[in-house]
C-alpha cells in the first residue's frame, strides 16, 4: 500500500500530466525541452524526524523561448 506522500505526488503528476507541457517526474533535465514546456516533478528527501510535515518536493519549470 503506497504511503499518503506517495499518493499525493503521484495525484499531483497526474495532474500536471493534463497540461500543455510534458510532465515527467524524477527526471533529468533532457537536452532539449519540447517547444510547449517541460515541468519536472522532483520527490524530495524524506525527512528523518518522524514529526517532521515541511518537506517539500522540488519542482523545476522550464519555458521554451
Do not use: F, Y
Not at 506517495?6 to 532539449?32: C, D, F, K, S, W
Not at 514546456?37 to 523545476?60: C, F
Request: charged share 25%; net charge positive; hydrophobic share 40%.
Amino acid at each position: 500500500m503506497p504511503t499518503i506522500r506517495e499518493t499525493i505526488l503521484t495525484a499531483l503528476h497526474t495532474l500536471l500530466q493534463t497540461l500543455l507541457a510534458t510532465a515527467l517526474r524524477g527526471e533529468v533535465l533532457p537536452e532539449r525541452v519540447p517547444a510547449a514546456g517541460l515541468l519536472i516533478l522532483r520527490d524530495g528527501e524524506p525527512g528523518n524526524v518522524p514529526l517532521d510535515v515541511e518537506k517539500r518536493g522540488g519542482r523545476r519549470c522550464v519555458v521554451h523561448g
